[in-house]
């Protein structure tokens, strides 16, 4: 299935993509796509129902607003540096384990959201991502686990950076990581069994109508599966969290000087295979 939310920002409802590419309504079904109803078997399967049903309303998808597929979320986790040719551009060590850090739930915005160019920046970045989102409570998953089971499904991430407050102002890389708007999510949240393998999905990136990154995740340092399983031995995963797992090659970052960092008026697209599509403009904050 492919869910989404619907709907002025804050106020958004749920919905849901047919087959048929028709949007339909969920309200009269559930609240919200968020983790309550991902941790919910019987939910998702009266959900199920109903859409093979057929039955649920038309949404007139003219001028409606796609806001972020999954709300309420608990918190998201992002690895650093997970792709070979990603490294390789930045001139960095390939990681012995992965490399952890956080961003705020309140970064999330909608796929096709105005992001903001933080005041004072110079150095902000592109980054499409694989967005892993968890439907059962993971905790210190065993090696005789599929780590997989705990996966509800999967979404288009953009881990906009500002490189300049991540790495040269001290600290942790959270503060280049933490802006506002700085993680567009969406347009669905595609259901694990409609991914056949996570690890063979095409990543791609514009800026300006360019195509500046075209990659796969088979280029992973580490896959999804080891991901979970990997932080699960250190937090406790809930339905709702999200995962940010990397980006390929072809951000400013690893392009020669004068390195082409995002300005007010710049449009970013992106967009991963079977996950859909993504486009912002941004505007300075």
């Known amino acids: ?96 384990e992965p490399i952890l850090f956080m961003k705020a739930p309140d970064t999330v915005v909608g796929p096709d959201d105005t992001v903001l160019v933080p005041r004072g920046s110079v150095k902000t970045d592109w980054e499409v ?71 063979a999905l095409s990543l791609k990136l514009w800026v300006n109508g360019e195509l500046k990154q075209d990659g796969t995740t088979a280029e992973q340092i580490f896959g999804v599966a080891d991901v979970v399983r990997y932080l699960s031995q250190f937090m406790t995963l809930y339905p709702g969290d999200v995962i940010n797992t990397g980006t390929p090659a072809g951000v400013a970052m690893g392009q020669p000087d004068p390195k082409p960092y995002l300005r007010a008026g710049d449009v970013v697209e992106l967009e991963i295979e079977g996950l859909g599509r993504q486009r912002q403009e941004l505007k300075g904050a």
Request: aromatic share 4%; proline share 6%.
């Open 1 to 96: 299935m492919k869910l989404l939310r619907v709907g002025p920002a804050g106020n958004e409802r749920p919905a849901l993509l047919d087959e048929d590419g028709t949007l339909r309504d969920l309200s009269g079904i559930v609240a919200d796509v968020d983790g309550a109803l991902l941790g919910d078997a019987g939910a998702m399967a009266r959900v199920r129902e109903a859409a093979a049903g057929g039955a649920l309303p038309v949404l007139d998808a003219d001028g409606l607003r796609v806001g972020p597929p999954l709300g309420r979320i608990g918190k998201i986790v992002c690895i650093g540096l997970n792709y070979h040719d990603h490294a390789t551009e930045t001139g960095a060590a390939i990681p012995a």
């Open 129 to 199: 991502e694989l967005a892993v989102v968890i439907g059962r409570t993971a905790r210190y998953v065993g090696e005789d686990e599929d780590p997989l089971a705990y996966v509800a499904g999967y979404a288009v991430a953009h881990d906009v950076s500002e490189r300049a407050f991540q790495i040269e102002r001290g600290g942790q890389w959270d503060k280049g990581k933490n802006c506002e708007t700085f993680n567009p999510l969406g347009p669905w949240l595609v259901t694990a069994d409609e991914v056949a393998d996570p690890q």
